[in-house]
Antibody
Framework: QVQLVQSGAEVKKPGASVKVSCKASGYTFTSYGISWVRQAPGQGLEWMGWISAYNGNTNYAQKLQGRVTMTTDTSTSTAYMELRSLRSDDTAVYYC??????????WGQGTLVTVSS | EIVLTQSPGTLSLSPGERATLSCRASQSVSSSYLAWYQQKPGQAPRLLIYGASSRATGIPDRFSGSGSGTDFTLTISRLEPEDFAVYYCQQYGSSSITFGQGTRLEIK
């Protein structure tokens, strides 16, 4: 079955960087894009950006431009999201999701990133 | 950026009742690129509806979506106990994708 499995929880200090992975299985990885969405504690969903697994084209949320980089490794069917210069308000659960152009489906299980001194 | 406003913020209903959730966009959503998601505590969101009215794979037919332009609706015809959750709408028709703030559906 189609599945996205994310890396484990991270604790980072302010100013550090975090890189979250998202390993895909059950479909042809390069046929779909991957989007990243985050959810701060008790809050709603915030779109972070999208990457084409076919050619690496990206589209980032303006709010995160300059701090986020999304990449893929087609040899391992894995997508990555790196966020730099972390602040306390970056504390959130980070999700990857397959983005076929008909909504996001499926989603990864989520990765909790905690930013604390 | 298209702002999506969901109403009501919280909806209190009983099992067996009909639920109607609204999502209003600040400008027209291109080609009805509007989706609905369900999220339960501690879980990732699950796609229910895409293209404003198409049910995702495996979604029961008590869930239906409608609307176009700036006004969209998710209807749950007869609530089951497992339907009590938070629901989000999303527009994916512009280069800057946005979500609504969510509607919490709680048991009355």
């Amino acid at each position: 079955q189609v599945q996205l499995v994310q890396s484990g929880a991270e604790v980072k200090k302010p100013g550090a960087s975090v890189k979250v992975s998202c390993k895909a299985s059950g479909y042809t990885f390069t046929s779909y894009g991957i989007s990243w969405v985050r959810q701060a504690p008790g809050q709603g969903l915030e779109w972070m950006g999208w990457i084409s697994a076919y050619n690496g084209n990206t589209n980032y949320a303006q709010k995160l431009q300059g701090r986020v980089t999304m990449t893929t490794d087609t040899s391992t069917s894995t997508a990555y999201m790196e966020l730099r210069s972390l602040r306390s308000d970056d504390t959130a659960v980070y999700y990857c999701a397959r983005a076929p152009g008909t909504g996001y489906d499926p989603w990864g299980q989520g990765t909790l990133v905690t930013v604390s001194s | 950026e298209i702002v999506l406003t969901q109403s009501p913020g919280t909806l209190s209903l009983s099992p067996g009742e009909r639920a109607t959730l609204s999502c209003r966009a600040s400008q027209s959503v291109s080609s009805s690129y509007l989706a609905w998601y369900q999220q339960k505590p501690g879980q990732a969101p699950r796609l229910l509806i895409y293209g404003a009215s198409s049910r995702a794979t495996g979604i029961p037919d008590r869930f239906s979506g409608s609307g176009s332009g700036t006004d969209f609706t998710l209807t749950i015809s007869r609530l089951e106990p497992e339907d009590f959750a938070v629901y989000y709408c999303q527009q994916y028709g512009s280069s800057s994708i946005t979500f609504g703030q969510g509607t919490r559906l709680e048991i009355k």
